[in-house]
């Protein structure tokens, strides 16, 4: 049927609220058209943006959890369950002393990468400043490990359950071993501090133990070791890295000695009482 009002579509006119017709503009509507749907989950996502870089600020500590469970397991095959768990639980406490000590600093690191059966590190995102934070660094794992180790044995004291007792032994060789003078181990960042020539000393005594005990750990240190410590020697950096106060040197050699003091004695005694307990 034929009217006097024009045929219209609703794309192109609208009816206004005062009745009047008016045309519509089609570049608006493709604009709504195609963005419309979109709006919502733009402003849903402004929103939501801060609770998501607050979401991947972890995403970092999945690598830990992950190689944590990864060295759990590999232990597992070796030993029981719950001396492996209780073996990576030591190891991370001890990593996360270094961590502590370069949060102190200021300095940036990844977090820990565990990696069976070769313990775990931290990766420092910048070289320290000098020698002596260098050397504190790298005794804030032996301090915090040796510390885990005394809390396993604390346990064992109180409930008599032997597997605290192993596990305190063997965090003590942990942070023991670690604390050789040797790089790239901890002590070998604690004593460039002291005298560079200790790693002299303490390298050849690492290849006497290699000599007389032969293990593919103490290989691996020879060998990753040995080009380290041969450039720090010929001096990797300039003098005034190596420059410590003598009040700063007394406290780190009052510190590494210490540990090894405390360390030794109380490895020792340990290994006595799980003789005893073997014997009985």
């Given amino acids: 049927m034929q009217t006097d009002r024009p045929q219209m579509y609703e794309a192109d006119y609208r009816v206004s609220p005062d009745g009047q017709i008016e045309r519509r503009d089609r570049r608006s509507a ?8 979109l709006i919502p989950i733009l402003i849903f996502g402004a929103t939501k943006l801060k609770f998501l870089f607050a979401a991947l600020k972890g995403v970092k500590f999945m690598a830990t959890g992950v190689t944590m469970l990864v060295s759990a397991g590999a232990y597992a095959l070796l030993f029981p369950w719950h001396f492996a768990v209780g073996l990576v639980v030591l190891i991370f406490i001890h990593e996360m002393g270094h ?7 200021g300095m940036a690191a990844t977090a820990p990468i565990f990696i069976p059966f070769l313990g775990a590190f931290i990766g420092m995102k910048q070289l320290p400043k000098n020698s002596v934070m260098e050397a504190y660094v790298g005794l804030g794992g032996p301090i915090l490990g040796t510390l885990g180790a ?4 604390g346990v064992y004291l109180l409930n008599g359950e032997p597997i605290f007792l192993v596990l305190a032994f063997f965090g003590m060789f942990l942070n023991l071993f670690n604390l050789l003078p040797i790089l ?16 002299l000393a303490g390298y050849a005594g690492l290849i006497g133990l290699v000599v007389m005990r032969p293990t593919p750990i103490l290989f691996i240190i020879l060998l990753v070791g040995a080009p380290e410590t041969w450039n720090a020697i010929r001096g990797r950096r300039d003098r005034e890295y190596y420059r410590a106060s003598g009040a700063d040197r007394l406290r780190i050699a009052a510190l590494y000695f210490g540990l090894i003091l405390i360390l030794g004695v109380s490895f020792f005694e340990i290994q006595s009482s799980l003789e005893g307990m073997r014997l009985r």
Avoid: I, T
């Avoid at 493709?30 to 749907?37: S, T």
């Fill in 30 to 37: 493709w604009w709504k058209r195609a963005l419309g749907p």
């Fill in 150 to 153: 005394f809390a396993a044995w």
């Fill in 184 to 199: 790239p181990l901890d002590g070998g960042r604690a004593v460039g501090a002291l005298s560079r020539w200790v790693w």
């Fill in 99 to 105: 961590s502590l000590v370069l949060k102190r600093y």
